[in-house]
């Protein structure tokens, strides 16, 4: 199965990702060798097996309804690459 | 000199040397090796209370630090200073032990061989033409560098054991669950799961009962008892039944590789181990599975990455799409966009229950193979890898190459198993690593075994050319 450059476009606007055109080629050529690797899948004897989606099986554990975290506002703002006011800035979304 | 481990330590602390300053001169001397992405010198170090008092390590530099930068290997974190601290570094830093840094890595844990970091490739202390497995390279190599006694690593797919092995030292990786996933930077999280590196498995041990335990932050850490691992090593092993699984001495393993294993396997057997064949039938399925699932769960856990909270993010954006778009590409190396863009594929409408859902049954197949195995023996063994450390270069211009390495540790994962890679001997003057594979839980087993063989041969106190003296 080849990945076609539409396709490409398509993957990396759902993933958020902005692709080089340099870079369109070489990673459409590696999609299409990790799908013939995965492809190997399709003839393995599957039917009525479970997924499996993690290692153990055990319920979600349940915690005291009480609070348990500090406002880590002021540490969190820190790190942020554009703040202001205790807001998060981004470009402008509404013109 | 001798090969460090926590013994050797203490006993040179007792008689006067200052650890901190020596590990710190050692890091100085293994500087090309290029292990480190950062270099601390910890001030007001207490040596006094905590069963590793006073032992200089390092972290792989995926464990949230508050006093260091914790990049990931990717530009993406190259400036980020968590404001938490992980468990596992604060349990390990209550024990006494003091981090000098923090390791070099495959960008986002994702590689087999350390040249996917943003911060260059680690050099393989046994050749330095050669890599030192991934993604704990750093880790790995800092170890084997005889700089510290141990490291911390992560293991998703081998990425403990692969460059444990390639670099001659012992690593360990425990059960999915044992050791808390809080603070650790995702990659894939039903895959994921801390580890230890260190020369021997008596050292892992140490340090795996500081790091190991229930952990209300992290839900799927286990809330079950931590066995006395180091009551575990002297037990020995008469009549403990080791599978040697077909499929892990399979025709893709080089056959140097293979008599080199079975050697090391006939010391077990010579200390009273008994090895029966086994097959575990669906392991060649675990690459093509695990190659569906780690990028599907990579693609959604990196999504968290958009320029905004935390990161890198790109200038004079036009407008929010662009922001994320771009922040995201400038970001990111060429193996992470390849792993997010095929986990996008595979979660796709139309194709999830072709390669997603498909993927987990298999992964439920592999289970079952281990479950049935483990009804006839205790544990399973093999080659950590199917040959020695390859050459810088050789395998990055075909990752399906680079994957296809992994052939003998990623089924661990999928099925959430302990396993420990061993140093077995020597294949050219290259080291190269026994894998034993436990039951759940059982991590005490693996010890028994590893210091078994540790105690009959002494691959693992081998220093590399490159090791500091």
């Known amino acids: 199965m080849a990945i076609e450059t539409a396709q490409l476009h398509r993957l990396a606007h759902l993933a958020r990702l902005d692709l080089p055109t340099a870079e369109e080629v070489r990673l459409a050529h590696d999609l299409d060798a990790l799908l013939g690797l995965i492809a190997q899948l399709q003839n393995a004897p599957v039917d009525g097996v479970r997924p499996m989606a993690h290692p153990h099986e055990v319920a979600a554990t349940l915690r005291p309804d009480r609070v348990s975290e500090s406002d880590r506002s002021a540490a969190l703002e820190g790190i942020a690459p554009e703040m202001q006011s205790g807001l998060f800035l981004v470009p402008k979304v509404i013109e | 000199m001798i090969a460090l481990t926590l013994a050797s330590q203490r006993a040179a602390c007792a008689a006067g040397t200052d650890l901190l300053n020596d590990a710190l ?96 490739p680690v050099l393989n202390p046994w050749d330095t033409a050669r890599v030192p497995g991934g993604s704990s390279g750093g880790s790995a190599a800092i170890v084997a560098a005889n700089v510290v006694a141990f490291a911390t690593g992560s293991d998703t797919g081998g990425s403990v054991r692969q460059p444990a092995a390639f670099c001659g030292v012992t690593g360990f990786k425990p059960t999915y669950g044992r050791v808390s996933r809080f603070g650790m930077v995702a990659y894939a999280s039903s895959l994921d799961q801390a580890g230890v590196i260190a020369r021997s498995a008596a050292d892992c041990a140490e340090v ?76 060649p399925l675990s690459i093509p599975a695990y190659y569906v699932i780690a990028p599907a769960e990579a693609s959604s856990n990196l999504a968290r990455y958009d320029g905004v909270r935390y990161g890198h993010r790109a200038a004079d954006a036009k407008g929010l799409r662009d922001l994320y778009s771009r922040s995201r590409a400038e970001g990111f190396g060429t193996e992470v966009k390849r792993r997010i863009l095929t986990g996008t594929y595979v979660l796709s409408s139309g194709y999830y229950d072709a390669y997603y859902l498909r993927a987990q049954q298999v992964r439920r197949l592999i ?103």
């Open chain 2, 208 to 283: 795996l009962q500081v790091m190991a335990g229930h952990d209300p932050r992290d839900a799927t850490s286990v809330d079950r008892p931590v066995d006395d691992y180091r009551a575990a090593l002297d037990r020995g092993v008469r009549g403990l039944r080791i599978g040697l699984a077909r499929e892990l001495f399979s025709a893709g393993v080089r056959d140097a590789m293979q008599a080199t294993v079975h050697a090391a396997l006939r010391e077990l057997e010579a200390a009273g181990a008994v090895l029966v064949d086994i097959d575990l039938p669906t392991l």
């Open chain 2, 25 to 120: 001169q050692r890091a100085e001397a293994a500087a090309g090796l290029n292990a480190l992405i950062t270099l601390d010198k910890p001030a007001g170090v207490a040596t006094t209370g905590g069963d590793l008092a006073g032992i200089p390590f390092v972290h792989k530099d995926l464990f949230c630090t508050t006093g260091q930068r914790t990049t990931c290997g990717s530009k993406m974190l190259a400036n980020f200073v968590s404001p938490y601290d992980a468990t596992i570094v604060e349990r390990l830093a209550a024990s006494g032990a003091v981090s000098i840094g923090k390791a070099n890595m495959d960008e986002f844990a994702m590689g087999s061989s350390n040249e996917n970091s943003a911060f260059g």
């Open chain 2, 367 to 469: 289970a079952n193979d281990f479950a049935r195995a483990f009804a006839d023996v205790d544990l399973i063994a093999g080659p950590t890898t199917p040959d020695v450390a390859f050459k810088l270069g050789e395998k990055t211009a075909d990752p399906l190459a680079m994957y296809a390495a992994d052939i003998n540790t990623v089924a661990v994962n999928l099925a959430g198993l302990p396993a420990m890679s061993v140093p077995a001997g020597f294949i050219d003057g290259l080291p190269a690593g026994l894998q034993l594979i436990g039951k759940a839980f059982d991590e005490s087993t693996l010890f028994t075994a590893g210091h078994a063989l540790q105690s009959r041969t002494d691959w693992h106190l081998a220093l590399a050319p490159g090791a500091v003296r």
